[in-house]
C-alpha cells in the first residue's frame, strides 16, 4: 500500500497562490503516475491535473488550465500542484491519487484509474 500525504492547502482570497505537496515516504515514487482530483462542497469529485512518470506529458482539466501547474521531484517523492488565481469555485478538498505505470509517456484523467489516494488536503477561497 502506498502512503500519500497532501499539505499546503488554506484559506486564501481569490486572486491569491497556494501551493500543494504530496508526499510518499519510501517505495518507488518514481514508477507511479500521479494525479490531482479535488470535490467541492456538494459536486463529485472531478479531474484538476496528471502527470507521467518522468513529468514528459501532463494533463490539465480545463477549468484549471493556465492557472495551476503540476511538477513532481521523483528525487524527494514529492508531487507539487501550484495553484494561481484562485476563484471562490476552487474551494475544495484536493486530494492526490498514484498508480503504477509501466510506461514512462503515459497520464491518467479518471479517479478509477487510480489505485492510490492521499487524505485531502482542504483550500477555500474567500473574500
Known amino acids: 500500500q502506498v502512503q500519500l500525504v497532501e499539505s499546503g492547502g488554506g484559506l486564501v482570497q481569490p486572486g491569491d497562490s497556494l501551493r500543494l505537496s504530496c508526499v510518499a515516504p519510501?517505495?518507488?515514487?518514481?514508477?507511479?503516475?500521479m494525479g490531482w482530483f479535488r470535490q467541492g462542497p456538494g459536486k463529485e469529485r472531478e479531474f484538476v491535473a496528471s502527470i507521467s512518470r518522468a513529468s514528459s506529458m501532463i494533463n490539465y482539466a480545463d477549468s484549471v488550465k493556465g492557472r495551476f501547474t503540476i511538477s513532481r521531484d521523483n528525487a524527494k517523492n514529492t508531487l507539487n500542484l501550484q495553484l494561481d488565481s484562485l476563484k471562490p469555485e476552487d474551494t475544495a478538498v484536493y486530494y492526490c491519487?498514484?498508480?503504477?505505470?509501466?510506461?514512462?509517456?503515459?497520464?491518467?484523467?479518471?479517479?478509477?484509474?487510480?489505485?492510490?489516494w492521499g487524505q485531502g488536503t482542504q483550500v477555500t477561497v474567500s473574500s
Open positions: 519510501g517505495g518507488t515514487f518514481s514508477m507511479y503516475a
Open positions: 491519487a498514484a498508480r503504477t505505470a509501466y510506461s514512462t509517456r503515459v497520464y491518467y484523467s479518471l479517479s478509477s484509474d487510480y489505485k492510490h
